[in-house]
């Protein structure tokens, strides 16, 4: 087996647009057969072996898994040799880590392996058709796998416990699914139609979003997708597990991007849904955003769940970052001049907001956006392990809805 070999590199690729902030953690790049590690303020390079697939880092960014030839390799640390985790699936594999750091998913045609790296268990499970997605529940007890080989509406969603010699069915023609972050529930989209579905929570069965709702909520609206885009809703839960965020995603020419179209005569209305998922709420707290003609091109959650963040794109909103309430979608604070990036990263510091771009990262602190820090880096950032976070005072986590003006 080929060694990982590890480099440290001189140079400090940094730049600051004002003092640098001290961003917590490490960040890591992949460059081709090379993987950049970024830890305060310095970068060394991991040399990735010949003809390796799919690698995928551990949650705490010691391990790498991936596919070489036909066997699939677990490196426990990235400068020892690697030991044979089992043989690879069929066709294009893909692997995925538990939270926990203690299974690995690993995936290719219609074939999904799951592995424990500590004791070996490992349980093959074949699928009726290919495997789409898979996803863990935030306690890594449990995954999520979408299979199909269509469009979304012909998907089936299927879940299995670790360690589990079968896999149970939850839903036909569904897609989308999402744990909450209490690892008990999760939601999805079930398709009635090609271009109409409905987002339902399991277990319960609760229906969560369709187009009646929204009617209702909205009557002075007739909101509908563009058929020939739609490829199936996006959800994104709150932190605490109160709120969901869905916005469409569009599978047309211009994809990758994220919409969803509440459509008048001659003109579309571009935006987000949030919605809450308890059945005791009205529903009227559906709110869109943003108004015409904005739409936003990557959504992720900031301040541990207290703030809504949005890339926007559109005339006279291109490269604008906004900070939303999540409750009633009031802007908190607007950062512009950021065109060059186009997707949010999901930051494991609550504090802080990653954008990424081609060969440039920018990392700002959600409260203070002149507060950042700019990363000249080839390569895509794929991994961010933050270290362990002291519990903020009340103050600090307030501290953002004392500022709604423009940053």
Known sequence: MQRVVVLLLLGVLLTACVEAPALPGQLFFRDGDRLLIWERGRTREVSLPERLTAPALSPDGLSL??????????????????????????????????????WLAVH?????????RHSGDRR?????????AVLWSPDGSKLLV?????????HRVYQVQTGAPELAKVADRASGAAWAPDSNRFAYSRWSAPTQSAVYLW?????????????????DQAVHFESNHLAGYSLSWAP??????????????????????AV????????????????????????????????????????????LASLLD??????????????????????DGLDGFQQLFPAPAGEWIALTGPGNHLFLRSGSPDERMELKVEGELIHWVAPPQRKRSNRSRNSIWSRREGG
């Open 65 to 102: 898994a991936g596919v070489v030839g036909e066997w699939v390799l677990l490196w426990a640390d990235l400068a020892g040799e690697p030991e044979p985790v089992g043989p690879a699936p069929a066709g294009r594999a893909a692997i995925t880590w538990s939270p926990t750091g203690d």
């Open 108 to 116: 290719g045609g219609s074939e999904l392996q799951v592995v424990n």
């Open 124 to 132: 093959a499970h074949l699928l009726p058709e290919p495997v789409v």
């Open 146 to 154: 979408e299979v199909g080989s269509g469009s979304a509406d012909q």
């Open 203 to 219: 277990p319960s069965g609760e229906l969560l979003l369709d187009e009646p709702t929204l009617l209702a909520a909205f009557p």
């Open 240 to 261: 605490d597990g109160e709120r969901l965020v869905l916005v469409a995603k569009a599978a047309g020419p211009h994809s990758p991007r994220f919409l969803l179209a």
């Open 264 to 307: 008048t005569p001659g003109e579309s209305d571009l935006g987000l849904w949030v919605l809450p998922v308890h059945s005791d709420k009205q529903r009227t707290d559906v709110v869109i955003y943003p108004p015409r003609p904005c739409h936003p091109r990557s959504v992720a959650w900031a301040e541990g769940g207290l703030a």
């Open 314 to 335: 559109g005339p006279g909103c291109q490269g604008q970052l906004v900070l939303l309430d999540p409750v009633g979608m009031e802007v908190l604070q607007t950062v």
